[in-house]
């Protein structure tokens, strides 16, 4: 309890010691008759004592809400001032999207991969490995350090080619628009087509776009590295800095293909697995893969991945930092 909320309580109990002592005394009084004097003096010591409480309670109300008008515009203030010292400046994105098997095409390239990869497992001991091919990680668990992610580029004669050319067509063109509300929405309500957004950064071609194979686990993925181009951003102003992303929604929507069909298939079975925004220098956000929804929206069953950020300040950074989740 703050020092005006106990004055203010003095100052009521005063009122009201002193209207009981008052009235006390008063019919104690040898001198108090039961006449028309003394009933306007009784009423008259309880009136003005509470209205004493009364302009107490006022008092303590009004100040209390200048306390909070007054905290209120500082925090409006400092988060202003935050909103200008840490604006919005860049946008890139780098990301991990898992290509899952189960269709025809896709497991005939995993096994042919597969298998020329573990063909030449030797020279990806080394740093400097096939042509087209490096080992970016390694399991140290063991005596002997094995690869454990290959990358794999369009050098490599292990890049999807001929009936596997539409995994290489995706993997070099695949981007993600980006799109952020300052409300967050069903993910089903959302719709792409109507400017609905309060930051929207669209994606051309991928700056970086590479396969990459782990062996631990057997899975083929798409690693891209991107950078968005301003000329492509719209913003209404609610989103220009990065405190604004506290408690804002984010969408993620893949390349779009309308021939042929076989692209649109590959890319409704994506998952994506690591996804890192960078918003400024510094201010980077890593979204936890099993916090992001996945949602057909589309009649082309298209999908769309969104997340809601958290909105304290705390709770945000422990959310969106690298490592939060596997």
Known sequence: MDTNAVLA???????????????????????????????????????FGLLSAGASWIEAYKAKSESREQAARTEHLLRELSRSIQPITQLSALYRVQIPPGNRTVDSYIQRLSSGIEAQVDMLRTFKGPYGLRAISFDAAGE?????????????????????????????????????????????????????????????????????????????????????????????????????????????????????????????????????????EGRTIFLPRRKLKKTTIYRDRYPVFSITLPEDEVTFREFTASGHED
Do not use: C
Not at 24 to 43: D, E, H, P, R
Not at 165 to 190: D, N, Y
Not at 206 to 225: C, F, H, T
């Open 9 to 47: 309580l003095v100052k009521i109990a005063g009122a009201l010691i002193s209207i009981a002592l008052g009235v006390y005394g008063l019919l104690n009084s040898k001198y108090w008759t039961l006449n028309g004097i003394g009933i306007a003096v009784l009423i008259g010591i309880v009136v």
């Open 144 to 280: 002997r350090r094995e690869p454990l992610d290959i990358q794999i580029d369009q050098q490599s004669d292990l890049w999807p080619r001929n009936e596997e050319a539409i995994i290489g067509m995706v993997a070099s063109s695949l981007t993600l628009s980006v799109r952020v509300r300052k409300q967050p929405i069903i993910p089903e309500k959302f719709d792409f087509m109507s400017i609905q957004s309060d930051f929207e950064a669209d994606a051309s071609m991928p700056d970086q776009a590479v396969l990459v194979w782990n062996r631990k686990m057997s899975e083929l993925y798409i690693s891209v590295g991107y950078n968005y181009d301003k000329r492509l951003w719209h913003r209404s102003g609610r989103i220009t800095s990065w405190v604004d992303l506290y408690g804002s929604q984010i969408f993620l929507l893949p390349s779009r293909y309308e021939n042929p069909d076989a692209a649109a298939v590959l890319i409704r079975s994506l998952e994506l697995r690591t996804i890192a925004l960078t918003f400024a």
